[in-house]
């Protein structure tokens, strides 16, 4: 199997909660990236400690209380499914904390990871307040919901968005990179997709490939799976009849999107 697929592992690691994915240096190329998705029953308590790595939680779906310290946050999360295309609630906790996750209905949370010696204040980022874009034209159409954009300076590293994809649109399109530390005209971000499709049973086709292809793999990702992405194009067809949500995360020594298309593809771009 593809170094780059990870498929759920579904571990019980105490009464009531599921780590279903675990990204991290360890088991992992990505040296800026971390990731994790667990599943939580109805009042399952799940508690870390950061040390030199700040933490996005995201209230996937149920509903969740996080607290830090003496700050709490009450009944987060707004959908039971990705795909009613709403925005939910998220919170960003700095390095060197410790945080409880506290489910009030069964639900599964994602912790987004990358390193940090800054200490920031823990915020609670509302699902009002993600900015929402329509992205792409034609067959390249897709929603995006912003958690932590890096328009704003809550965070020193992470760079966390959901995208949804239409049946048979493409997206990641143009196929783009963002693999050289060459700011102004392209950052260094490593990049892990969370995938999930409705109807589940389906599947989208993701391709992670470089310039000189010394990287070039072309994966079947199914519901629930995950995709590493420590360098290159990574574009994500979306076959007829399915409808795709990813969730990104990003990080890198710079705290920036600046991406690069591939020149043999960016011709798109200017159809009329």
């Given at each position: 199997?593809?170094?780059?697929l990870r498929k759920p592992k579904r571990e019980e690691v105490s009464e009531g909660i599921t780590l279903v994915h675990e990204v991290s240096k360890q088991n992992s190329d990505l040296k800026y990236v971390g990731f994790r998705v667990i599943d939580l029953v109805k009042g399952a308590k799940y508690v870390e400690s950061l040390v030199k790595e700040e933490c996005c939680i995201v209230a996937l779906t149920g509903r969740i209380n996080v607290t830090e310290g003496e700050t709490s946050f009450k009944d987060l999360g707004t959908r039971d499914s990705v795909f009613e295309r709403k925005p939910t609630d998220s919170v960003y906790v700095s390095n060197d904390l410790t945080f409880?996750?506290?489910?009030?209905?069964?639900?599964r949370i994602v912790l987004c990871y990358s390193p940090s010696e800054n200490q920031l204040p823990t915020k609670l980022i509302k699902a009002e307040e993600n900015s929402i874009e329509n992205r792409g034209e034609?067959?390249?159409?897709r929603l995006v919901h912003n958690i932590l954009p890096d328009s704003d300076s809550t965070a020193n590293s992470l760079l966390v968005?959901?995208?949804f994809t239409e049946t048979g649109n493409w997206s990641s399109y143009p196929p783009h990179k963002h693999d050289q530390d060459n700011l102004p005209e392209e950052s260094f971000l490593e990049e892990s997709y969370y995938h999930q499709m409705d109807p589940p049973?389906?599947?989208v086709?993701?391709?992670?490939?470089?310039?000189d292809r010394s990287l070039d793999e072309t994966m079947n990702v199914e519901n629930g799976d995950v995709v590493l992405v420590p360098k290159g194009y990574h574009p994500v067809g979306v076959p007829d009849g399915y409808s795709s949500y990813y969730l990104n995360v990003m990080a890198g020594p710079e705290r920036i999107w600046k991406f690069h298309n591939d020149k043999d593809h960016e011709w798109i771009l200017d159809r009329k």
């Open positions: 199997m593809s170094k780059l409880e996750v506290e489910a009030v209905t069964d639900a034609y067959s390249n159409k968005v959901e995208v049973q389906g599947f086709f993701q391709r992670v490939y470089t310039d």
